[in-house]
């Protein structure tokens, strides 16, 4: 599955990548996992499965959703605390959630 986390400037983004990329390999799954900022979304919608979207871009979430789904990619908006969370635990949930319901669509 390949997942990218957006926020604003792709900071924050990057510390729940490696905790997701972690959480992965210990469950044994194959992800490839990027960290970005909502600039880079145009040109990575057609090579993701999964788009994780930081909490602080909510205002702007359903377009954002919408570009995604134009283009048959999962989309969630992450919590807060995924932000805070000592591993990738929720964020691994949310985005297979994700990619499951895609496969439906």
């Known amino acids: 599955m390949k997942i990218l986390i957006v926020c604003g400037a792709g900071a924050s983004s990057a510390?729940?990548?490696h905790?997701?990329?972690?959480?992965?390999?210990?469950?044994?799954?194959?992800?490839?996992?990027?960290?970005?900022?909502?600039?880079?979304?145009?040109?990575?919608?057609?090579?993701?499965d999964v788009l994780l979207v930081g909490p602080h871009l909510a205002p702007r979430f359903e377009r954002?959703?919408?570009q995604a789904k134009e283009r048959g990619v999962g989309v969630v908006l992450l919590p807060d605390s995924v932000f805070s969370a000592r591993d990738g635990a929720v964020a691994l949930d949310l985005a297979v959630d994700?990619?499951?319901?895609?496969?439906?669509?």
């Open 15 to 17: 510390f729940v990548a």
């Open 19 to 48: 905790r997701l990329r972690v959480t992965g390999k210990e469950r044994g799954l194959t992800l490839a996992v990027v960290a970005g900022s909502e600039s880079d979304l145009p040109s990575s919608l057609d090579t993701i």
């Open 64 to 66: 954002i959703s919408a």
């Open 98 to 105: 994700a990619e499951h319901e895609r496969s439906w669509v």
